[in-house]
């Protein structure tokens, strides 16, 4: 019995030697990665700031991959295309995505603070509350969700979950708050 809590309170670990050496705990401050295709892109414990994504195609992507968070600070996404069905432990603040095409996006350990997004988001849901396996080595509980404005936003089949305060978003006109 102490055995199965041991294992189950324990850090977990993540083998990090498959994740490409340049998106492994690196800091870029206005690097521009417009009009790219960034398949399968997975930075683990990064730092983005000012950085431009405008135009990129993320298909099967991981914003934050390992049991860190990659954050992303005044960052542009314009007219950028998503699909990230695991988009992993991440942070966006005060990140631009106008004009946005969303076509999968499953926040379960994603925080959000002061974004603009507008544009088509689909099959989408964020919750406020990190995934209770990886809360002890992300060091929360909680993912910040407040100040952004979707009202620019057409949002299909999507969720805000698990404590997620609708009353600290800008919404859609006629957007159903529960």
Same mark, same amino acid.
């Given at each position: ?19 490409? #050496? ?6 870029? %401050?206005?690097? !521009? ?13 990064? %730092?983005? *700031? ?8 993320? *298909? ?35 990140? #631009? ?6 076509? *999968?996006?499953?926040?379960? &350990?994603?925080?959000?603070? !002061? &974004?603009?997004?507008?544009?088509? %988001? ?10 209770? *396996? ?21 949002? %299909? ?7 997620? !305060? ?13």
């Amino acid at each position: 019995m102490l055995q199965r809590f041991l294992r189950w309170h324990a850090r977990k670990q993540v083998d990090l030697n498959l994740v490409k #050496s340049e998106y492994l705990r690196r800091r870029y %401050v206005g690097a !521009d990665w417009s009009g790219r295709s960034l398949e399968g892109f997975c930075p683990v414990g990064c %730092v983005f *700031e000012q950085c431009n994504f405008s135009n990129v195609i993320f *298909e099967m992507v991981c914003f934050g991959g390992g049991l860190e968070d990659s954050i992303y600070r005044n960052c542009i996404f314009d007219r950028a295309t998503i699909r990230a069905i695991a988009p992993g432990n991440a942070r966006f603040e005060n990140c #631009s995505f106008r004009d946005i095409e969303v076509l *999968e996006f499953y926040a379960h &350990n994603i925080s959000m603070v !002061d &974004n603009v997004v507008s544009g088509i %988001v689909k099959r989408a849901f964020f919750n406020g509350t990190v995934s209770p *396996e990886v809360q002890l080595a992300l060091g929360r509980s909680r993912n910040d969700f407040h100040g952004n404005d979707f009202s620019g936003a057409e949002l %299909v089949d999507v969720a805000f979950r698990t404590g997620i !305060d609708l009353a600290r978003q800008r919404l859609p006109a006629g957007t159903h708050r529960e």
